[in-house]
């Protein structure tokens, strides 16, 4: 999963920066295999990042702290928590593609009114205003559904408890 979501974040910068050279058709295709070919150390860099934030291998800051607390249990801490960065990392993405993922939106945007050609802080704010945006509007969505009744969580599979639900409402 790593190596493909590297190579896609690759295509997806290359194709950025051909059209960002003003090239078109034909020449921006041939643009953009050239890149993908022999991409730049900070296309490299950036396609890094971007494959381990898909897999959750990034060493993001609750990452860090979960691998920091697993190691005040010494040696016997590895075999008591193995897997501290995937888990930290997944919670790390719920809060990504929640209403609280826009306080780095926020704080992002007050970055980048220091540094405003700072194009690696305009792709984070964009990509992470999307993923708020997104995460918050499928909540929304089951959160009214489920309040209508249009929604439910897992139906039991035995008669009994269905008869028992369907008679409580």
Known sequence: ??????QRSLEEQARVLARSEGLSGAARGARARELIDTPTDEMVARAIGDSEYAVFQDNSELAKAAISA????????QYLFPFAKTPANIADRIIDYSPAGMLSVLNDTRKLLKDPANRALHKKIVENAGRSSVGTTAMLIGGLLASEGKMTGLYPTDR??????????
């Open 160 to 169: 009994k408890t269905q008869d028992q639900w369907r008679a409580t409402g």
């Open 70 to 77: 697993r190691g005040m249990f010494g040696p016997l801490g």
């Open 1 to 6: 999963f790593r190596g493909v979501s590297f």
